[in-house]
Antibody, heavy 121, light 113 residues
Framework: QMQLVESGGGLVKPGGSLRLSCAASGFTFSDYYMSWIRQAPGKGPEWVSY????????YYADSVKGRFTISRDNAKNSLYLQMNSLRAEDTAVYYC??????????????WGQGTLVTVSS | DIVMTQSPDSLAVSLGERATINCKSSQSIFYSSNNKNYLAWYQQKPGQPPKVLIY???TRESGVPDRFSGSGSGTDFTLTISSLQAEDVAVYYCQQYYDTAPTFGQGTEVEIK
């Protein structure tokens, strides 16, 4: 059974940094594109970034480009999101998800339980 | 970016009745080269992450009850719950993956009348 567990969320001041991690198990991690998606309180999901399975090609939403960096370690079955220059509007639950579909044209399945990032002074 | 607009924002349906949710994309999300619509539907229950129900606009994910069905093509799509059950109370989202910047609809909340 595919399982994803996020960690690293918390409270950070505007302009600060945070690194999220996602531990994968129950599937061959190196076979899948992986993604981060966020959901602000009471809002719909917003795709943030994804990364290819083997050559680590990356894609970013315009709202985070230049501030966030996605990476992966296939040996450790882990996905990461380095978030710099954080803003109040980055406050959300951040989900890690595996990608289905015809990469890079993807849907998200399954999702982890999420980790809350709060940006506030 | 492709904008996804769902309607209605919420609906209340009696148990056993049909629920219909619409999703409209700002441009066609149909690829004629493979005859596929690049649309997925998700269900999100309170306190849980979204779960994919349908992809390629009409293909049900393994394990999803057959009362859930997807239809439509081009820019207009529908998710139908043929006979609403209590466990179907949730927010439903559509998502396009036609381009490399996936986008979601704003969500439709389904409740019991």
């Amino acid at each position: 059974q595919m399982q994803l567990v996020e960690s690293g969320g918390g409270l950070v001041k505007p302009g600060g940094s945070l690194r999220l991690s996602c531990a994968a198990s129950g599937f061959t991690f190196s076979d899948y594109y992986m993604s981060w998606i966020r959901q602000a309180p009471g809002k719909g999901p917003e795709w943030v970034s994804y990364i290819s399975n083997s050559d680590s090609r990356t894609y970013y939403a315009d709202s985070v480009k230049g501030r966030f960096t996605i990476s992966r370690d296939n040996a450790k079955n882990s996905l990461y999101l380095q978030m710099n220059s954080l803003r109040a509007e980055d406050t959300a639950v951040y989900y890690c998800a595996a990608c289905g579909g015809d990469p890079p044209y993807i849907w998200f399945d399954p999702w982890g339980q999420g980790t809350l990032v709060t940006v506030s002074s | 970016d492709i904008v996804m607009t769902q309607s209605p924002d919420s609906l209340a349906v009696s148990l056993g009745e049909r629920a219909t949710i619409n999703c409209k994309s700002s441009q066609s999300i149909f690829y004629s080269s493979n005859n596929k619509n690049y649309l997925a539907w998700y269900q999100q229950k309170p306190g849980q992450p979204p779960k994919v129900l349908i992809y390629w606009a009409s293909t049900r994910e393994s394990g999803v009850p057959d009362r859930f069905s997807g239809s439509g093509s081009g820019t207009d799509f529908t998710l139908t719950i043929s006979s609403l059950q209590a466990e179907d109370v949730a927010v439903y989202y559509c998502q396009q993956y036609y381009d490399t910047a996936p986008t979601f609809g704003q969500g439709t909340e389904v409740e019991i009348k």
